[in-house]
């Protein structure tokens, strides 16, 4: 199972990493198409998740580690005990392409949308707790610290709904 959300994940990720380029093509009616470039947005998740947002979620504190390579964000916390929460936010071009990826995902993976975040969002469970889709933005959560799975999905929400207001 995780293999194949790894492989669905990678596809969407590869969709988020293309760039387009421009075109003098008329479509029909004699129009030229808009084509936008790839998005050059720079984000640190561990701003927008912060360590004192994480201890609202964890059993007890930790601090983030950033790691970023356009277009893919990450903080991670992990705390004395070995509990986990990974935020990951992925930037693609627009919005259409993250709703194509988000579409894709759940037709492949056969996930289960969740409601109350985000303009769209599914549980990965177990592989990952909550992927969400705000705009242009994926913004995935996972967590492992022992809770139960409702537990983790709830949190999920949290960090995810957090998360959303505090993108640019």
């Known amino acids: 199972m995780r293999l194949t959300l790894a492989l669905v994940v990678l596809a969407a990720l590869l969709a988020a990493c293309g760039s387009a380029a421009p075109t003098n093509d008329q479509p029909a009616g004699g129009q030229q198409s808009a084509v936008t470039s790839p998005t050059t947005t720079q984000l640190d998740a561990c701003a927008l998740f912060t360590s004192q947002d994480a201890a609202r979620v964890l059993p007890s504190e930790a601090d983030g580690v950033s790691t970023s390579s ?7 916390f992990e705390t004395a005990n070995y509990d986990t929460l990974t935020v990951t936010i992925v930037i693609y071009d627009d919005a259409e392409t993250a709703r194509i990826s988000y579409e894709t995902t759940i037709d492949y993976g056969g996930y289960e949308n969740v409601s109350g975040v985000g ?3 599914y549980s990965a469970a177990p592989a990952l707790d909550l ?8 913004i995935s959560i ?3 610290d022992g809770t139960e799975p409702s537990t983790q999905l709830a949190s999920a929400i949290e960090v995810a709904n957090t998360v959303i207001a505090r993108l640019p």
């Open 70 to 76: 356009h277009p893919i964000y990450t903080c991670y």
């Open 119 to 121: 303009d769209m969002a």
């Open 142 to 144: 996972d967590f492992t």
């Open 131 to 138: 992927v969400a889709y705000h705009g242009q933005y994926e």
